[in-house]
């Protein structure tokens, strides 16, 4: 993404601009269990992940219009805030030898299924590379936002947020 590119020109955060507010995980977090991921970068009213949170891993605060913040210490990556999330911003990546894996929102049909070779995207949709559908997710609770863990080359692990759309 060009330096002109942001959340206001693209739609989607760069990864800049995530980093600038503090919510770019590195791959050192995502080693072992994991971390969890908020691509919220807009001081908007929102806190639907910080009340999701049975932890109180995630404050907003007041006001409501404050970034979301972390607490890794206090988060046991359960994912609740993934489906809570209204804007699809939240996810959890983790890291193992080459391999890396993405727990992301998913609210289009058709599912997949596991065990389904899948195309991974970055923020603006665009396929990067292959990945395996690992588990699904979706419980009554969620409201109809499923959570699907995929798998791919770990070279991808800072750009892959979802799966492409299949047909």
Request: proline residues 8%; charged residues 20%; glycine residues 6%.
């Amino acid at each position: 993404m060009s330096a002109q590119q942001s959340l206001k020109t693209s739609g989607a955060p760069s990864l800049e601009e995530l980093k600038a507010v503090g919510q770019l995980a590195s791959e050192k977090d995502m080693e072992g269990r994991g971390c969890l991921c908020i691509e919220c970068i807009e001081e908007i009213p929102c806190n639907p992940c910080q009340t999701a949170c049975p932890q109180g891993a995630i404050t907003v605060g007041f006001p409501i219009t404050n970034l979301p913040v972390i607490d890794r210490a206090k988060c046991t990556v359960c994912g609740l805030c993934i489906p809570a999330c209204p804007g699809l911003a939240i996810t959890i990546k983790s890291v193992k030898d080459d391999t890396a894996r993405v727990r992301f929102p998913w609210e289009y049909l058709p599912f997949p299924a596991i065990g389904d070779t899948v195309r991974m995207v970055d923020r603006q949709g665009r396929e990067l590379c292959d990945g395996t559908i690992s588990s699904i997710t979706n419980p009554v609770r969620n409201n109809r936002t499923a959570v699907i863990t995929a798998e791919f080359p770990r070279k991808f692990v800072q750009d892959a947020i979802s799966i492409a759309r299949r047909s």
